[in-house]
């Protein structure tokens, strides 16, 4: 059972690092700079201890659990936080599942410090069967294929890749892309927080970059943490972007009086505030059934969450434009930042039609006897 | 027992056996589901089939008294008048149990044990508590009036007169959508004592005996085929001053705390009900009986409302954490009840859009209550009862968006 105190302390204090680093002008003035990192707050993440929040102590972590996790996801969904922390610390949780003590010692205290940017190839793709192929080649590994949608990968020094061997097994490797030749290709990102990659690839890999085990239940486990943290991001941008609506509503002028008096939009506001509540809940109560006491639906209800979250951030931010009139679609107006963050939580990690499905398959399996 | 107002004569032997374990939830849960399994009746819902007019009042009376016999019968009310004060904890896995019993529920006594005593315990005179309250507890049916045809989502401006005349008053007007007055005996009725006043100062709050010379109850026949809500008429109704709740012209006030009963654990039941029904429907899709599912969008429709109503599940669990732990309800119900009306409605289409041309037939299900039954047609037709009454659905986003928000006016 997560300590509602702690959590608390964690959000005030998340919080305020973030509104400071990131309120509206100093966010802009990131975007127009053309960056793609803000160093700054990625070394902020790192100082504060949420790189490794959720790693052991033995590597520098706080051993918190997701639902820690998930008030960060927030804050930064709700900052739009132009950093690569989802992937990052997904990559450190792979590491703590899978891979052996030497690569954790490796690997770990450096992701900790904020020293190595994560990326990875989607968890989804490996639950579905979208996989690039591995082949034993000699002393070495032959990995061939293409690997799309690799989350904020520019500058990473490690790239956790899903790959089908020839037994036809998902494996999990743990690609050092500067030292193995892997070149990641970067794609230019509608969204102005966050871009994503992706590698093709036909080439030798050492052999010691395969990580051991199954990597289909290292996939799955990936994806239930993916799915809480793109829900929880998706909460905290939605929250924000309905906020600053609601303002505007109040101050904005027309006819006479504000337009927030006009029935027609408050009906709307209403509705999205209803639309909130329910998918903050959803989330919520996802994040609290993937602990360890959960009664073997953390899956589903992480599936839900992911669609339910996005789709919900996705419509609030839509709407925002809407209400805002004019301004609303301006590229000076804040508005867009939101919708094009939500636009592209919507595809990482298995789209919305996927998640529902999935949640699907999950509900409708057949009971173990 | 003395009157007939109670109704209910055979009064069986008092069993602690589910309220001793109180102190003990799983106990209690247990407890509750084993007696449960031996007392709920059989056939109850075929004897509602066969003849619903008669055996309605029938199941309903007979099961009032098997819960009282066991101390189940409003444990949510004080102990002074007859109630255990149970905990919220308690009183949700009495829902959940009821529900997963498909137990008869109390439905016919929802106004007397929900809404008559939060009036009497705010505003009741001590004769008052005394004539009424005990016999609201061993199923004297009571009715609301509020609604007139003339005033719905603008209720204050009700134009039912209430003229006093020496120690009476002389009531004349016309009221709608009261629930089960058919049933009933007694009536909380709003009226109007001042005509002058500003429209939410003239008004005041009568007890009205619905056997009087002068009441006229005619049942609405209503779109899913039921007839639970009623007209009342009422032509020069003699009721004495006694028989009034609170002050003369107080009677705003007074609806305020009749409506104030507490209303999540109604939604929750709804919801655990309807949960049932879509679990069986997930039983039915493993079973291979529901091709529907195969489609990609159909399937796909039928996530995002099984998703939607875990959302509300979970909602109402935290509104009732909320009121265990402050004792007040905070800040979700309006939320909660636009989402469970318009997920209700959108569930219900699909289903009976799922259903093709064999789900154009409305079958009304014997056991009424205001929730899912799994009867498409009829669950379709009936989720407006959620949209539309306990303040319209488009005056509560009024609600939410000025008070919760702070729109302006």
Redesign the interface.
Known sequence: MADTNLIEELRTAARDVLQDKLELDKLRRFIDSGARIDQDLWRNAAELGWLSLALPEQHGGSELGTAEMAVIHEELGRWLAPIPFLPTVLCADALVAAAPAAVQDRWLPEIAQGHCIASLSSPADAVAGRLPELKKQGAKLRLSGNVPGLPSPDGAKLLLVFARDEAGAVRALLLEPASDGVAITLQQTADLTRHVGSLSIDGDIPAERLLPGDGRALAERLLTQASLALGSDSIGGAKRAFELTVEYLKTRQQFGKPIGSFQALKHRAADLRVLIEAADTAVAEAVARSGPNNDGDAATWAAMAKFYGCDAYARVAADAIQLHGGVGFTWEYYCHFFLKRAKLNQQLFGNSEWHRDRAARLLTAKAAA | MSTNHAGNPQALPRDNVILDKRGDLAAFRATLRGWLNRNVPKNWVERLARDYDNEYPRVQRDWLAKLESVGLAVPHWPVQWGGEEFSIRHQVIIYEEFARANAPGLLMFSISHYHVPATFYAWGSPEQIERYVKAARHGEVWAQGFSEPNAGSDLASLRTRAERRGDKYIVNGQKIWSSGAANASLYLLLARTDPKAPKHAGITMLIVDLKARGVTIKPIHQINGNAEFCEVFLDDVEVPVANRIGPENEGWKVAQSTLSTERGLLIFNNSERAQMVYERI?DR??AGSEPW?ED?QW??E???G???L???R??VR?LLDTVERTGAVGE?PP?IK??YSELQQRLSELLLRVAGLPGQTLDVPPVPGNFPKGSPYYDYLSSWIWTISGGSN?I???I???R??????
């Open positions: 997930l899709i493993r599912f990609d399937r796909r039928f996530i995002q099984y998703t939607e875990q959302a509300l979970a909602m935290r979700t939320l636009l989402h488009e509560i986003r009024n939410v968006a000025e919760m928000l702070g729109l302006p006016k």
